[in-house]
């Protein structure tokens, strides 16, 4: 059974009514907004330099970049790198996206670079945005319909903001939404904890990375 990071986050009438409405279970009454599927697409979310920073405490790192979240954003990338490698291994496609700010004149800025550790391979698809879902004003849905695919596991940031956008337009679309949380992260603690939630509830499936991977594993 997953642990659920926003487990501490919950009154004692909170867990109650997650459980007696079904929650825990079924995910939202409305619509199936639960599932694995059996063809998924690896989505990487906006890592670029502007977004990550450095390797050091976020008060450190938005000195640099005011949108850098810093050791936040390499925690998540420790377990990026590997499970990103993992599944190329198996076959998945992995898309990238690259936010691209209107403040920005230059869409081949350095700042705009998907960081090292976790940057495309050259198999992998860089698709550009300039709002929070990889939906909007892209060609994602069209590659994921050519591609047959059924299911996305959403990697990167922020959960409360380009995250949550993309997963609810996913599920919205008909694919189911795969996140493995530790992969994915924001720099606010109480929006990451409270944006997973809110997704778990209504429109994806929230797992630990290992349960990911053996998904995966099952699938390839």
Same mark, same amino acid.
């Given at each position: 059974?997953?642990?659920?990071?926003?487990?501490?986050?919950?009154?004692?009438?909170?867990?109650?009514?997650?459980?007696?409405?079904?929650?825990?279970?079924?995910?939202?009454?409305?619509?199936?907004?639960?599932?694995?599927?059996?063809?998924?697409?690896?989505?990487?979310?906006?890592?670029?330099?502007?977004? &990550?920073?450095?390797?050091?405490?976020?008060?450190?790192?938005? /000195?640099?970049?005011?949108?850098?979240?810093?050791?936040?954003?390499?925690?998540?990338?420790?377990?990026?790198?590997? $499970?990103?490698? $993992?599944?190329?291994?198996?076959?998945?496609?992995?898309?990238?996206?690259?936010? &691209?700010?209107?403040?920005?004149?230059?869409?081949?800025?350095?700042?705009?670079?998907?960081?090292?550790?976790?940057?495309? /391979?050259?198999?992998?698809?860089?698709?550009?945005?300039?709002?929070?879902?990889?939906?909007?004003?892209?060609?994602?849905?069209?590659?994921?319909?050519?591609?047959?695919?059924?299911?996305?596991?959403?990697?990167?940031?922020?959960?409360?903001?380009?995250?949550?956008?993309?997963?609810?337009?996913?599920?919205?679309?008909? $694919?189911?939404?795969?996140?493995?949380?530790?992969?994915? $992260?924001?720099?606010?603690?109480?929006?990451?904890?409270?944006?997973?939630?809110?997704?778990?509830?209504?429109?994806?499936?929230?797992?630990?990375?290992?349960?990911?991977?053996?998904?995966? /594993?099952?699938?390839?």
């Amino acid at each position: 059974m997953t642990d659920h990071i926003w487990d501490d986050l919950l009154s004692e009438q909170d867990k109650q009514v997650i459980s007696k409405a079904g929650y825990d279970e079924s995910g939202a009454a409305s619509w199936e907004s639960r599932g694995l599927g059996e063809n998924p697409m690896v989505l990487v979310i906006d890592m670029q330099r502007l977004v &990550v920073g450095e390797d050091e405490p976020i008060l450190d790192a938005i /000195e640099d970049y005011r949108t850098a979240m810093g050791d936040i954003a390499w925690e998540a990338i420790e377990h990026m790198d590997p $499970f990103l490698e $993992f599944a190329r291994d198996r076959g998945l496609p992995v898309t990238y996206t690259r936010v &691209v700010p209107s403040s920005y004149d230059d869409p081949d800025h350095e700042d705009l670079d998907i960081v090292e550790p976790v940057e495309p /391979e050259p198999e992998d698809t860089v698709i550009d945005k300039s709002y929070a879902s990889a939906f909007y004003g892209t060609d994602l849905l069209s590659r994921l319909v050519r591609g047959d695919h059924d299911s996305v596991i959403i990697v990167g940031n922020s959960t409360s903001g380009c995250v949550r956008a993309t997963s609810v337009d996913a599920q919205q679309h008909g $694919f189911d939404v795969i996140l493995p949380q530790e992969c994915l $992260f924001d720099r606010i603690e109480a929006s990451h904890k409270i944006g997973l939630l809110d997704l778990w509830m209504k429109y994806a499936e929230v797992q630990e990375l290992e349960e990911v991977e053996a998904y995966v /594993e099952s699938v390839t």
